[in-house]
């Protein structure tokens, strides 16, 4: 087994409460990049103000009434709670073992 199959395969047991939400569509105020589903790791749903992270560009976004997302200002950011803060880190932490990931399988 190929180490990157490996790894994939010990994420897996992770993911079990992972729950994609359509969105409708909306761009990446920061790549572009768009975005209709809204994965959370957790089994939550997305609600008008709930902090999300780009797929593409791991930036953090917050949801508007609207559901459409928009770039998270730095007040915000720096008044995040810990935990919440905390999960930010995290889901950006995903991200970017993905792209490594990428990387690495060419
Ligand atoms: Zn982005």
Redesign the pocket.
């Known amino acids: 087994m190929g180490e990157a199959k490996r790894r994939r395969t010990l994420v897996a047991p992770q993911l079990s409460k992972m729950v994609s939400t359509e969105i409708g569509e909306s761009h990446?105020p920061?790549?572009g990049?768009v975005l209709q589903l809204a994965t959370s790791l957790h089994g939550s749903t997305p609600a008008p103000g709930c902090v999300a992270i780009?797929y593409?560009?791991a930036?953090p976004l917050v949801f508007e009434d609207s559901m459409r997302m928009r770039a998270m200002t730095p007040t915000e950011f720096a008044a995040l709670p810990d935990a919440a803060l905390a999960t930010v880190h995290g889901y950006q932490q995903r991200v970017r073992q993905r792209d490594r990931r990428r990387l690495a399988d060419g």
Do not use: A, G, T, V
Request: charged share 0%; net charge neutral.
């Open positions: 990446c920061f790549c990049h780009c593409s560009c930036n």
